[in-house]
């Protein structure tokens, strides 16, 4: 597969934030292919990073059981499976993905760029699962190992055994779920601005009832604005003014 926009020295430059010397560099290059440019650059569907992160969120989930299971072995399987869960979610991979750069280096297509992709904690999660998986492809195993061990464990430091908070957008979905069996619906309201320097007004509705709106640079931030309010909204009406932190 072709690098697209990315040359060797690019390349180079992310492997070396990774500690690894790839032997292949196109499974790196393929690992930071968004799907949403196949069809903006006429690839085919195995081009972009899928199937690697769905080699690589396999791998990570092993690292990630082995090292809990050796470095904890006090604790019992619940706790365990826990833990485990709170280092592979979106959430928390998104945060090393960001800590990392990877926004710098996507491949993505122009819609889902200008709508914020590249700082998206789902987008930059994915894809450090296709890195994850172009290094066990690359690499091996014990490289693997090596390049999780410490990130894996600043994140269990970080967060305890909980995880990082949810995302506001996800924290209204539960709270409504939970209270009034209920989903949030997102409406565009309206989108002011040149090109360049969008500001993105966003609604939240339950049913047909508003419960706030939102602005932002992007949808998708907008939309996370509208849910805080939103929540906020909530609380207050609940008679309680703490809303978790978002990431």
Do not use: C
Not at 169 to 185: N, V
């Amino acid at each position: 597969m072709a690098n697209l926009n990315l040359d060797d020295a690019t390349l180079e430059r992310l492997a070396a934030r990774l500690g690894i010397r790839f032997t292949d560099r196109s499974l790196l290059a393929q690992a930071l292919v968004h799907r949403s440019l196949v069809n903006e650059a006429d690839l085919a569907d195995q081009d972009s990073n899928e199937r690697l992160e769905f080699l690589g969120d396999a791998a990570l989930g092993l690292v990630a059981a082995e090292l809990l299971y050796r470095r904890y072995p006090e604790r019992a399987e619940g706790g365990l499976t826990h833990a485990r869960a709170s280092l592979v979610n979106l959430t928390s991979l998104g945060e090393v993905g960001r800590t990392l750069g990877l926004g710098d280096f996507l491949q993505l297509g122009r819609g889902e760029d200008l709508s914020g992709g590249r700082d998206r904690s789902s987008v930059l999660g994915r894809a450090f699962e296709a890195v994850l998986g172009a290094v066990y492809l690359d690499q091996g195993l014990d490289a693997l190992r090596d390049l999780l061990s410490p990130i894996l464990l600043r994140e269990l430091d970080r967060h305890g055994w909980e995880g990082p908070a949810k995302d506001f957008k996800s924290q209204l979905q539960e709270h409504l779920q939970a209270k009034a069996r209920a989903t949030p619906t997102y409406e565009l309201v309206s989108t002011e601005g040149p090109d360049h320097h969008r500001l993105f007004t966003m609604s939240v509705r339950s049913g047909e009832a508003e419960l706030a709106t939102g602005e932002g640079s992007s949808k998708q931030r907008a939309e996370q604005a509208a849910a805080r309010a939103a929540l906020t909204e909530i609380h207050n009406g609940e008679g309680t003014t703490d809303v978790p932190a978002a990431n």
